[in-house]
């Protein structure tokens, strides 16, 4: 009788066969990591490949404010403070009452506006409008202060005048050498009405001013021999400090400068 042939597959075939799926799979592996590896060099390790204009303009606003009086003057100096995460440092306005903050691109943010003698004003702004036309604001006088700027009522000087006035205080008298009562001031404001000094005061403290103070200067010369109220806005004991700090005080307030005064009424005009 006759033996019928091997049906079973051939070993040879087999290998063959687990070498391809092998080869087959290690193709996928590696295709696999070669993407990953460009996708996380294309988009974490070399993000600029996106044009710069592209990024900005989804990203950076510039936004204009304008501050006026009530009889549509502006107002300078009027200190523009907004409120949110990662807001930039609060700016003043200029002569024209304009300021430009450049943020990033957001639906809506808070903006206070605040200036001695004028109500704080807070509002809450729609940056999805208009984006590129300036926001005007009109502030109102305190009526609680009789402060007049400069800017919307220029005054002359009188005895009853509390316009802040910026004449050069009196020179203290010359002395050999620096007395150790001598102290050197950054001067803020000047007013003839203590009601309105105080407020001052207190104002630059509530801005992170917190040896703000006040010097009385009596029989000042260009009040009538009415007394001075000089506000500063830092005091020191040496000199060199005090021009260091006025430097950076003067992006504040423009004509700020030091003066030296003395706690010896023998040595200066100036009292405390």
């Known amino acids: 009788m006759n033996s019928s042939p091997d049906q079973s597959p051939n070993p040879n075939n087999q290998d063959r066969l687990r070498e391809l799926i092998i080869l087959l799979m290690t193709l996928i592996v590696t295709t696999g990591i070669i993407a990953l590896l460009y996708f996380f060099v294309d988009t974490v390790i070399f993000p600029e490949r996106l044009t710069k204009n592209e990024f900005l303009s989804d990203e950076l606003l510039d936004v204009g404010f304008i501050v006026l009086n009530e009889e549509k003057k502006p107002i300078e100096d009027v200190r523009v403070q907004l409120i949110f995460d990662g807001a930039p440092e609060s ?120 040896n703000a103070g006040a010097i009385w200067i009596p029989d000042y010369p260009n009040l009538s021999g009415k007394p001075l109220y000089q506000v500063y806005a830092a005091k020191f004991s040496d000199r060199s400090s005090c021009g260091s700090f006025v430097k950076t005080y003067r992006q504040r307030k423009r004509d700020a400068y030091c003066f030296r005064a003395s706690l010896d009424p023998r040595i200066s005009a100036d009292r405390f």
């Not at 009853?160 to 910026?166: A, D, K, L, R, S």
């Open 91 to 210: 700016k003043l306005t200029d002569s024209a009452g304009y300021v430009q903050v450049e943020i990033i691109t957001r639906k809506s943010i808070n903006v206070i506006l605040t200036k001695a003698g004028f109500k704080t004003k807070t509002k809450i702004i729609n940056l999805e409008v208009e984006k590129n036309k300036p926001r005007t604001f009109v502030l109102e006088r305190d009526s609680s202060s009789n402060t007049q700027t400069a800017s919307s009522n220029p005054a002359p000087s009188s005895p009853t005048n509390t316009q802040p006035v910026y004449s050069t205080l009196p020179t203290p008298l010359p002395v050999p050498n620096p007395s150790p009562q001598d102290l050197y001031f950054v001067t803020d404001e000047a007013f003839a009405d203590l009601s309105t000094t105080n407020q001052r005061v207190q104002a630059l403290k509530a801005t992170g001013y917190q």
